[in-house]
């Protein structure tokens, strides 16, 4: 696993979780907070991984929403048939979630510790969370399987450790010595095969690891290996135009994996 760091320090009275609430608290207002209408899921990459999978979950299966942002996601599922709850550690989403949508559950908590009871949800799902804690991914994942019931499908994405990623760390710099710089832990990222590890690890059986967001990964390196401005609309229009001659292990942003809790831990 490829550690990311960010360059700066946390305030000296403020703890990391603190600091992820105060930092996605203030990204979703600066985006305009939730509002009644929520984006649609079905044209979204990680829709187009789940929805064979999501299609075996019964009509009012539970599923939960681990991470769920302006809450995209279970306001988009509940349209389908599903129960949902979305759950969030920004406090302030989570109550103007529920002034917006008082039919739904919506619930602040951590994902490593959510409080529900065991076995009871029929399926997951969580992007770009589990990869954030420094201590690795074990204690979301086993928190996943603690909740999900004998069967369910559990469908996470984290940031990609690809071939680029290796290759740039292959060749980094050394970081100068006299550096006043501080750096902190911000994610983790994982290969393939380290994901589909990470959730074997924890019990789970690995239906599939997907590379998504290859156009994302394109504009990256557009931006870092040729120093394209992301704002360019040459840099936009290159990044359409190549994404789908890329391999995905080279380029692809974020891996997707698709885990099924063994129907019976005997
Ligand atoms: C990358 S965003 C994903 C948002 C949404 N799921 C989407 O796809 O648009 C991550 C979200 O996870 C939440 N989050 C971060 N750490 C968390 C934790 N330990 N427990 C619960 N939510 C967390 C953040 O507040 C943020 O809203």
């Avoid at 917006?100 to 997951?124: H, K, Q």
């Avoid at 994942?141 to 690809?162: C, H, M, Q, T, Y």
Wanted: glycine share 10%.
């Amino acid at each position: 696993m490829r550690k990311d760091v960010m360059v700066g320090d946390l305030p000296a009275d403020e703890t990391s979780i603190a600091f992820v609430e105060r930092y996605w608290t203030d990204k979703w207002k600066e985006m305009g907070g939730p509002t009644r209408a929520t984006k649609s899921i079905t044209r979204k990459n990680e829709y187009k991984v789940i929805a064979p999978y999501l299609s075996s979950v019964p009509a009012g299966g539970h599923i939960l929403d681990g991470g769920c942002g302006m809450g995209d996601w279970p306001v988009e599922l509940a349209k389908q048939g599903y129960k949902v709850t979305g759950l969030d550690l920004s406090r302030e989403t989570v109550a103007k979630l529920n002034e917006l949508f008082p039919d739904l559950e919506f619930v602040t908590g951590d994902i490593r510790g959510t409080g529900f009871a065991d076995d009871t949800f029929d399926a997951y799902l969580s992007w770009g969370v589990f990869e954030h804690f420094e201590e690795g991914l074990q204690p979301c994942i086993r928190e996943a399987w603690r909740i999900l019931k004998p069967g369910g499908l559990l469908f996470i994405s984290v940031p990609a450790d690809n071939l680029r990623h290796a290759l740039r760390g292959t060749f980094a710099r050394l970081p100068r010595r006299h550096t006043t710089d501080v750096s902190q832990f911000y994610q983790w990222r994982l290969t393939r095969a380290e994901l589909a590890r990470e959730l074997t690890f924890g019990g789970f059986d690995v239906e599939t690891v997907k590379p998504i967001h290859k156009r994302q990964g394109v504009l990256r390196s557009l931006h870092h290996e040729f120093g394209l401005p992301y704002e360019w609309l040459v840099t936009k229009g290159l990044s359409v135009v190549l994404a789908p001659f890329v391999p995905g292990g080279l380029i692809a942003h974020m891996y997707l994996a698709v885990a099924r809790k063994p129907a019976s831990d005997t």
